[in-house]
């Protein structure tokens, strides 16, 4: 399916820029055919805490050539991060969900109950193709429970659901920490206003998954894929929902998606057929080996696939070019995951 020329280049490099790390890649292409590449800036250190922007470039050529980075939000000391961008197609709107903690709080504290603040939810949004973004607005009222600590959007986009009785509802992929328990969990937050209000959806029925992404398949269900902390089998966990992300059943280990506790993307590729696409680390022992696979049935069983890069890496997120070739955006380097955020353009070899 895949096919052999592909493209590959560097949008960021850590140590440049201004900024010491580029960590958790997001892709979203816009309403025009613009492709939007969304990174943390990590100002001081490759840490998850501390002083972060949110950072985008924008290609108007299908991946050919990119803008300078723009900063979408930086809050000056504080740590502005996972991005779940998603694209509402009736309206043209760009949707930005976003997490938010004071740069001095540690995740450990935060989980605990003892930080200073806790862990917020913002969400902006650009009305001109990414090019500028509203001032963000703190949601988290609306998205997040009193006795969730810990939280964090995607990272990776959201969809818009396209068929059946929840069209156009936008579904942003999520996960938390319950205070009482520490127990952890995927969810969905969504909206059925074209992103002017967000509400929560529904968890998966069991913990021990966090990072996840959310994919509509052809039956009109929608399948959820999660990183995984499952102790017997290092490998993905999938649930389903039969109502637009109210509610989840059917939580299982794929074990054909092997991953050494990371997160992944995960992609619908048209409606003219069930092909799913899914990239990670395919390594049940440590972050290399980024991966791109196919599923030809919904994703139930992964036929095909294509490395990226055998080295160190790590997150992702794949999105469909206007002109049908795949993008992944992920993070790699020869000594350590995090010296690259690396674009990739896939073509999908045609039928002879």
């Not at 009785?165 to 074209?194: F, M, N, Q, W």
């Not at 990226?308 to 469909?320: G, K, P, Q, T």
């Amino acid at each position: 399916m895949f096919a052999k020329n592909i493209k590959q280049i560097d949008l960021w490099t850590s140590g440049e820029g201004g900024y010491d790390t580029y960590r958790i890649p997001a892709l979203a292409v816009t309403k025009q055919g613009t492709i939007l590449a969304f990174s943390e800036g990590r100002k001081q250190n490759r840490s998850d805490t501390g002083d972060i922007a949110m950072l985008v470039k924008r290609s108007n050529d299908n991946g050919t050539t990119w803008s300078e980075q723009a900063i979408v939000w930086d809050d000056l000391g504080h740590t502005c991060g996972n991005p779940s961008p998603v694209v509402d197609t009736t309206t043209g709107v760009i949707w930005l969900l976003m997490t938010w903690n004071r740069g001095d709080d540690h995740e450990r504290d935060i989980v605990k109950g003892t930080s200073i603040d806790t862990r917020r939810v913002f969400v902006t949004s650009s009305t001109d193709d990414g090019m500028t973004w509203t001032e963000p607005q703190d949601i988290t009222d609306d998205v997040k429970l009193a006795n969730w600590t810990w939280y964090a959007t995607g990272p990776g986009h959201g969809i818009q659901i396209e068929q059946g009785d929840y069209a156009g509802r936008l579904v942003i992929p999520c996960d938390h920490i319950e205070a009482e328990t520490h127990k952890y969990y995927s969810h969905v937050i969504y909206s059925d206003d074209h992103g002017q209000s967000w509400r929560l959806g529904g968890r998966s029925p069991q913990d021990q998954v966090n990072e996840c992404e959310v994919v509509e398949l052809t039956d009109g269900k929608l399948m959820l894929n999660m990183r995984s902390y499952a102790e017997d089998k290092r490998a993905r966990q999938v649930t389903i929902s039969n109502d637009g992300g109210m509610t989840w059943t059917q939580q299982h280990i794929d074990q054909q998606l092997i991953e050494p506790i990371c997160q992944a993307s995960i992609c619908r590729y048209g409606w003219n057929d069930k092909i799913i696409l899914f990239a990670n680390p395919a390594s049940d022992e440590k972050r290399v080996n980024m991966t791109l696979r196919a599923s030809l049935d919904d994703g139930q069983t992964w036929s095909e696939q294509v490395t990226l890069f055998e080295r160190h890496s790590a997150y992702s997120d794949i999105a469909v070019c206007a002109d049908n070739r795949i993008a992944c955006l992920y993070e790699c380097g020869e000594d350590n995951p995090y010296e690259y955020l690396r674009f990739a353009l896939i073509d999908i070899k045609k039928d002879e």
